[in-house]
């Protein structure tokens, strides 16, 4: 059997490595168009902000050791241009321009997703740069090293653009952002997402949300960004506004394209044809909450998905029951995390939301170094669920996620939610751990 | 209607002060006898362990609130030492040994536990204390400021001779550490309580698993702990050897008494006699995982029992689904969580427990600051149920078992648990949460 991967990072590879561990004498062919594999996209702006690690480190394994130890027929620098459903053919051109031909048996395309860059003037400046793969993350450090940046501005607000913030405030750089929309993080409740513009102020950042971006234009020897009644000097702009799949070689195939152009795909992972499955940041994925598709592009995910495609590729029926969108970051001192819906999301779905926000604390009472921790919960009045949970705080907030997270997989009500035994130590919580307490008073509203 | 409640810690005072809120005109009479109520029992290690912090710090709200604000009649230093169930009366002594009586219509036994104290020589002396009750630890912390204690023994191994262990250190002192059982933690596998070993080594602690205590003796101006071949001097010695019911008044009564001696309850909390509830350390509850009666004295249960309690004696049924027994502690820079099932209790409650142990880390790939993570993890081979989870680290264990403690409550298979979307993001976790890589590798051995 002839199994054919496009793209060689998370997705991509997990499916190939965990191909080889279950069939020895597969070929397994990865055609990826850079020249990296298998990386750590997520931990780049924290390698950004340290010029003393090298952007290699996030390199979790060489492709030599693919090629060498597993066998795995990986083409690097080999960008595939076109599926032929009919003939089961990829094709494309390697790094010298020479034309690549390779038949499959099964497919699976992992080709991930690209960061948006407008269709405006001056986006392609050599110091306007993205943020999604590792060359990119390579070319931003070397630039900031050749470079004296004192100046840097970011194009968004979204959790890449928040990390950078961290990452180049790290490295002493004045940092502005500029975003469109006049609310940070719209998906939290303003009580919350201004923790998070205060934050972000008192570390240095300055925040200019409801400001359009018209172009970047050379300015003195820097660039100039350019919105309505605002312009911003910048050394380096980074543009984080967000990604979008890499399906065009998916729906040129006639592939179902479903959520935000994502590849639909099925439980199993497997697409509109039954030979070819998507998995990772390209394809769409089912929401357990609402059982609805979505398109959340987030790294377990894509892990995991490989990994199912290749049992089902091997012959071991694997199905994914779907993402909660749990997510979290660090902002500074600020942990930030979500699962589940929104209110709003949930009002979209045919639920009924209620919604209630708390304060409580990381410590126990009269514990030394509490400090406050905001939960934001949303049930169901019609059916009870649990529909969601957002969080924020100085410590206990990134693992804390977890628990509302498994409930959502479980379908539990908030009451359910409300009896769970969950830990309790004075240095790591109140009595009542915060989740309890939202839940507790959630019900009250139900 | 006449509410009384026997205990003004956790279960008491979180019954009367709920049960006043639900009703108004009730009479709700709580009967101490100590002169302390509603404090952070589990606080006190950290306070002992600071001397500039007062143990008053640790009362959550003082008496004369619930009696001013909330008109329940509390009586401190008021001992019950009788229930008449026949003519549904109280009695006892106030401070002055003036008899006490007080008539029911529902009663609540919330008389806690107390330490076990060997029958042995010298464990009456003065400077040999249990930690129990706030009292316990107002005279610890008043007889370190009033002696020079540079020598202190602890004799037991569980969490408080733990935190105590941590707690003293923290003051300087010099802290050997003795019991009978050979093995540090029992629960734990031996490749994980050596680490908790370590860390308490590596801190100053000396551990003496493995001798049992025979006699305490004053020798020279402080005390020798004796054991058969081993002499501990000491100025302090802390007798944290486990605590019992307080169920003796109920066992007198007639009430039907169960694990451990603990009061038997129901899911709404009832005792064998139908007006009469018990709550709090005093009480059992149903194991969520085994389904089976189970005695595991802690804070959040006794909370939430009171809770209960004044819900359906206010005619609010309410009932409670049980305990995962899920525990956390803090071993100077070590996190020790646990949930659910040990293997060998999984296996005297007909389980088939298949177990497993793994090393992850506590962040990303190349993150800086990334130390290990160990999980063991149990599950039943028949059902396919998860059944328990322990963990130790430095970081990221604390909040991390919530996960899996709501987990064993919707009764997840491990294949269900290990398909669940945990929070990922580098400074917090692997792409694969410690959780998940213990579920996928437990799966592959069921």
Redesign the interface.
């Known amino acids: 059997m002839q199994f054919v991967i496009i793209g060689a990072d ?1 997705a991509g590879m997990s499916a190939a490595s965990r191909a080889r561990r279950s069939m020895a004498d597969m070929e397994i062919t990865v055609l990826e168009k850079t020249g990296d594999v298998s990386y ?1 996209a ?2 780049m702006p ?2 950004i902000g ?1 010029q003393n ?1 090298k952007i290699e ?2 390199v ?1 394994r060489q492709a030599q050791v693919f090629r060498d130890k597993q066998g795995i027929n990986l083409l690097t620098g080999h960008c595939v241009d076109h599926i032929d459903i009919a003939s089961k053919t990829v094709s494309g051109t390697d790094t010298t321009g020479a034309a690549v031909s390779v038949a499959y048996d099964k497919l699976l395309i992992a080709t991930g997703a690209s960061p948006i860059i407008p269709d405006l003037p001056g986006f392609d400046l050599p110091a306007v740069m993205p943020l999604k793969i590792l060359d990119h993350g390579r070319r931003i450090k070397a630039f900031i090293k050749k470079h004296s940046v004192r100046k840097a501005v970011i194009i968004g607000m979204g959790y890449i653009a928040l990390e950078m913030c961290e990452a180049l405030r790290e490295l002493g750089m004045e940092v502005n952002m500029v975003k469109p929309r006049p609310i940070l993080l719209p998906w939290m409740p303003v009580e919350m997402s201004d923790i998070v513009r205060k934050e972000l102020t008192n570390r240095g950042a300055a925040l200019f949300a409801g400001h359009t971006v018209q172009k970047i234009e050379p300015y003195k020897s820097h660039l100039k960004v350019v919105c309505k009644d605002l312009d911003l000097e910048a050394d380096l702009v980074i543009v984080a506004i967000g990604v979008t799949p890499n399906s065009q070689i998916a729906g040129d195939a006639g592939l179902t394209l479903g959520t935000a152009k994502s590849i639909t795909v099925d439980r199993t992972l497997q697409t509109s044809n039954p030979h070819i499955f998507a998995a990772g940041d390209c394809a769409d994925a089912f929401h ?1 909450v609402s059982n609805q598709k979505t398109w959340i592009p ?4 894509a ?2 998905a490989g990994w199912a495609v290749a049992d089902n590729v091997c012959g071991k029926p694997s199905r ?11 902002v500074f001192d600020l ?1 930030v ?1 979500r ?1 589940g819906l929104t209110a709003s999301e949930a009002s979209k779905c045919d639920f009924t939301p209620v919604e209630i926000l708390v304060t409580t604390r990381s410590r ?5 170094g509490n400090t406050p921790i905001k939960v934001h919960m949303v049930g169901d009045r019609s059916s009870g669920r649990l529909l969601g949970v957002q969080m924020l705080g100085c410590e ?1 907030v ?13 379908k ?1 009500t908030v009451e ?2 409300s ?11 109140p ?3 915060p ?2 307490t939202a839940a507790n008073q959630l019900l009250k509203k139900m």
């Open positions: 998370a750590s997520c931990g924290y390698n340290d690690r480190e996030l979790v357990i987030l790294a377990l995910r892990n995991r994914l029951d779907g993402i909660a969108g749990t997510a979290v970051f660090k942990q995390a699962t126990a009472h009269a514990h030394p206990g990134a693992h804390r996620i977890n628990g509302p997270a498994v409930a959502l997989h479980a539990m359910q939610f009896q769970t035994d969950l830990a309790y130590a004075p240095p790591f919580g009595t009542w751990d989740m309890l």
